[in-house]
């Protein structure tokens, strides 16, 4: 068995939820070399790092939201993007009560 590929985005169908020690976020500025600024539904602004696996995939922009997991170490500086949400995906996620509404 081989790796599931996904072609574009809008094939997928699951929404990823965070689990525990993760949180939801907005992206704030690129800063570049992978690294992007995300301000955490925590108050805490985060420079977040993105994974090796998401960064050949997804394209992460200012004002996504995603789903970020502070490190151990540094844990109020520092994180890595799990996730990216698309825009139906957020629409849900507001529906459900998972993300404020004027997040």
């Not at 939801?24 to 993105?50: E, Y």
């Not at 004002?63 to 970020?68: E, R, S, Y």
Request: aromatic share 6%.
């Amino acid at each position: 068995m081989g790796k599931r590929k996904v072609l574009n985005e809008s094939a997928l169908r699951e929404v990823r939820l965070p689990q525990e020690g993760e949180l939801l976020g907005r992206v704030i500025k690129m800063l570049g070399s992978d690294q992007v600024l995300v301000k955490c539904m925590d108050g805490i602004t985060r420079r977040g790092r993105i994974r090796g696996k998401l960064k050949r995939r997804i394209w992460i922009r200012d004002n996504d939201i995603v789903i970020i997991a502070p490190w151990d170490f540094k844990e109020s500086e520092r994180g890595d993007i799990v996730w990216r949400f698309t825009l139906p995906q957020v629409d849900g996620l507001k529906d459900g009560g998972h993300l404020p509404r004027d997040f």
